[in-house]
């Protein structure tokens, strides 16, 4: 098993009450099973799901990259501003 630290923005953030958690996945994860673990926990997540941009350690990166023990995961919704 390894471990990815998440960090959550905007209103994943405000959906997941925390801006930061420690997850646990099986080694060589992909992200879009963190994507899916955090659904199971935040089902409000899923309807987002679509939208969201990964960033590991601080670069995007598809759906079907492969974490690393001690990664850190930006999970960014879509903003708009003005």
Same mark, same amino acid.
């Given at each position: 098993m390894m471990k990815v630290r998440v960090k959550f923005f905007a209103n994943v953030r405000d959906i997941?009450?925390?801006d930061e958690k420690v997850v646990t996945l099986p080694? =060589?994860?992909r992200a879009s099973?963190?994507?899916d673990e955090l659904v199971a926990?935040?089902?409000a997540i899923g309807e987002w799901k679509p939208h969201?941009?990964?960033a590991v350690n601080w670069e995007y990166v598809?759906? =079907?990259h492969s974490l690393q023990d001690n990664d850190e995961v930006a999970i960014i919704p879509p903003v708009s501003g003005g």
């Open positions: 997941v009450g925390s080694v =060589d994860a099973a963190l994507l926990e935040f089902p969201l941009r990964i598809p759906p =079907d």
